[in-house]
């Protein structure tokens, strides 16, 4: 079997080390492992496959020489805009998980479950999408192709490792009452929901909805979708949640819904709620897999429908996408 050079370019951070166990999870051919972050995280040390491997500088040079024909960005959107285009110029694909390229035109966003077939278009670099709209766009694709989606009102409850570290950290220390010198969050985040994620933009809108509305049209490869989203910061750990509403131009019925669900790729179904069975973040940890439940017709609009649906925001939506781009790009060659 081919083995391939990858770079992870920010190791040492929640999603870079999360996209380490990923790779050595899913059995990914590397051959070589070039972990890369900061000036102020080289040197430090990452472990993969059993052996422990030394984290460099992310700069130029080490770049060229590294010999690399993969690289997994997750460094931050300002890091990406700088090096993915030196590693582009060095022929080496990137998948980035930062917001820097995603609404470029010239970048295919891929969920490998909705548009494998633009991690093919030539392009060196390959945006991984936000998130919370990773788990929506894996449901709403098969639903779409069969009913045709004309609005979704989807309102997002995150976990707090959306926000990194930091995030977690905040959390973690207010559990346990400890002191907190630098608050990740505009307010108190245990006990609380911030309805929050990003800055305000004019519209009252945050950049992560609209990250929801713009990335989702993107992805689907259709502007007529209409998205109306709210986000909101909860005190959880394992996973994001959304409750999505949406309306079809077509008429459905509740039991092939569930039928087309339960045969879409990344998807599971825990829909047995007089059983207590649902989806919930708790559940959805360290999984790869998107988990739908409480389907149920929205009887207030023509076509409408209901669905709660959880993944893990570190792994599918972030990690194990990125991974699984890097996947079906060895596949296609």
């Known amino acids: 079997m081919k083995t391939y050079k990858v770079i992870v370019a920010g190791a040492t951070g929640m999603v870079g080390r999360k996209m380490l166990q990923v790779l050595e999870e899913r059995k990914f051919p590397v051959g070589e492992l070039i972990p890369m ?9 990452v472990s993969f496959n059993g052996k422990i491997w030394n984290v460099q500088e992310l700069n130029e040079e080490n770049i060229k020489k590294s010999g690399a024909e993969i690289a997994l960005f997750s ?21 980035d998980n930062s917001s820097a390229w995603r609404m470029d035109p010239n970048v295919p966003l891929v969920v490998p479950e909705v548009n ?17 709209t990773i788990q929506m766009v894996v449901v709403l694709k098969p639903l ?11 309102s997002t409850y995150q976990s707090v490792t959306g926000a990194g570290q930091k995030g977690h950290d905040q959390l973690i220390k207010e559990w346990n009452e400890e002191e907190i010198k630098e608050m990740k969050f505009p307010h108190q985040i245990s006990f609380n929901a911030i309805p929050h994620i990003d800055d305000f933009l004019d519209s009252g809108y945050t950049k992560e909805e609209m990250k929801m509305v713009n990335e989702t049209k993107k992805i689907m490869g259709d502007n007529s979708i209409e998205v109306s989203p709210t986000c909101v910061r909860i005190p959880t750990i394992g996973g994001h949640s959304e409750s999505v509403n949406i309306e079809f131009e077509k008429s459905f019925e509740l039991d092939e819904v569930k039928k087309i669900l339960s045969n879409a790729p990344g998807i599971i179904v825990q829909d047995k709620p007089m059983e207590k069975i649902y989806p919930m973040p708790i559940w959805a940890h360290d999984k790869d897999e998107t988990f739908v439940g409480r389907i149920r017709r929205d009887e207030t609009v023509k076509n409408g429908l209901n669905l709660w649906v959880v993944s893990d925001n570190i792994r599918k939506g972030a990690a194990t996408n990125a991974v699984q781009i890097a996947e079906e790009f060895i596949k296609g060659k």
């Open 116 to 132: 494998r077939e633009k991690i093919f278009s030539g392009s060196k670099i390959i945006a991984n999408p936000n998130c919370s």
């Open 144 to 154: 779409h192709d069969k009913y045709k989606i004309k609005r979704v009102v989807v």
């Open 75 to 95: 460094a931050g959107g300002s890091v990406s805009k700088e090096f993915a285009p030196i590693c582009a110029k060095y022929g080496i694909l990137v998948i």
């Open 37 to 45: 972050a900061s000036a102020r995280s080289a040197g430090n040390t």
